[in-house]
Nanobody
């Protein structure tokens, strides 16, 4: 069982930066791939970024590539999402998720591949 708690959300102006953290419980954090997803009002949940257990492989949605960076610190059981050049369309509730999946790359971009989810943190980007 893994429990995930996100933090770091808030209100920021367009063009600004924000850093999200996701703290995980459990001694096996390093064996999980981690993902960030987001859901805007009236829209479906969408993939943002993912990172494999070792941190050596990352995946990004095209909409955030070059602006967001996912990283992890297995010693601290924490995964991060550094967001820069934020746009109003980045406004959403951001969720972190964990999976023990080992498989094809596209699977890490699908919410159905993840077993554990955090409660979410709100990110609002004003124009």
């Amino acid at each position: 069982q893994v429990q995930l708690v996100e933090s770091g959300g808030g209100l920021v102006q367009a063009g600004g930066s924000l850093s999200l953290s996701c703290a995980a419980s459990g001694r096996t954090f390093s064996s999980y791939a981690m993902g960030w997803f987001r859901q805007a009002p009236g829209k479906e949940r969408e993939f943002v970024a993912a990172i494999k257990w070792s941190g050596g492989t990352t995946y990004y949605a095209d909409s955030v590539k070059g602006r967001f960076t996912i990283s992890r610190d297995n010693a601290k059981n924490t995964v991060y999402l550094q967001m820069s050049s934020l746009k109003p369309e980045d406004t959403a509730v951001y969720y972190c998720a964990a999976t023990r999946l080992v498989g094809a790359s596209y699977l890490y971009t699908e919410g159905g591949s993840y077993d554990y989810w955090g409660q979410g943190t709100q990110v609002t980007v004003s124009s």
